[in-house]
T-cell receptor, first 114, second 108 residues
Framework: NAGVTQTPKFQVLKTGQSMTLQCAQDMNHEYMSWYRQDPGMGLRLIHYSVGAGITDQGEVPNGYNVSRSTTEDFPLRLLSAAPSQTSVYFC?????????????FGDGTRLSIL | KNEVEQSPQNLTAQEGEFITINCSYSVGISALHWLQQHPGGGIVSLFMLSSGKKKHGRLIATINIQEKHSSLHITASHPRDSAVYICAGGKTGNQFYFGTGTSLTVIP
């Protein structure tokens, strides 16, 4: 059972570079989301999707783009990386909405921006 | 002030001890989630509860809706329980309010 798969696990970027963090799930979940985790802070929601073709902003969306062309995949794009985006990023999924469904998390992507 | 507060922030216990981690929330929620994060690892959902108590192995989670408080208990703690435990309040729809986590270290 693959569950939620995130790639890459680690990445170092230079300021201004762009990249895409990949997230795929094989559980046919409608809801997918991206969080960032920073020291001393709780997980913060970046973007989420309630199904293919539908995305919405979370708490900290600036500097990130998402798209959901299939149920399985929900990539997160950094358009022009900034040091403030150094963080650990988690993708999560659940069958329906997030609040009252158990969330399935990926292993995280540790991203450093120099 | 965070909508979800956890205590303590850090906890060190001897193997075999009974452990309690507390979570208080100030917003209306439809479910309370407990998550576990091992060092360098991903996040695993332990419990989701909206009332009463749930038990899984040596882990017990309780919630008091009136007092807006939840606890996670670990009985007969073991070094493999060392992890960060995160409390999160979920609202119907797509909102989560996360605590900042409790870092637990169990010493053999």
């Amino acid at each position: 059972n693959a569950g939620v798969t995130q790639t890459p696990k680690f990445q170092v970027l230079k300021t201004g570079q762009s990249m895409t963090l990949q997230c795929a799930q094989d559980m046919n979940h409608e809801y997918m989301s991206w969080y960032r985790q920073d020291p001393g802070m709780g997980l913060r929601l970046i973007h989420y999707s309630v199904g293919a073709g539908i995305t919405d902003q979370g708490e900290v969306p600036n500097g990130y783009n998402v798209s959901r062309s299939t149920t399985e995949d929900f990539p997160l794009r950094l358009l022009s990386a900034a040091p403030s985006q150094t963080s650990v990023y988690f993708c999560a999924s659940s069958p329906l909405g997030a609040g009252n469904q158990p969330q399935h998390f990926g292993d995280g992507t540790r991203l450093s921006i120099l | 002030k965070n909508e979800v507060e956890q205590s303590p922030q850090n906890l060190t216990a001897q193997e075999g001890e009974f452990i309690t981690i507390n979570c208080s929330y100030s917003v209306g929620i439809s479910a309370l989630h407990w998550l576990q994060q091992h060092p360098g690892g991903g996040i695993v959902s332990l419990f989701m509860l909206s009332s009463g108590k749930k038990k899984h192995g040596r882990l017990i989670a309780t919630i008091n809706i009136q007092e807006k408080h939840s606890s996670l208990h670990i009985t007969a703690s073991h070094p493999r329980d060392s992890a960060v435990y995160i409390c999160a309040g979920g609202k119907t729809g797509n909102q989560f309010y996360f605590g900042t986590g409790t870092s637990l270290t169990v010493i053999p």
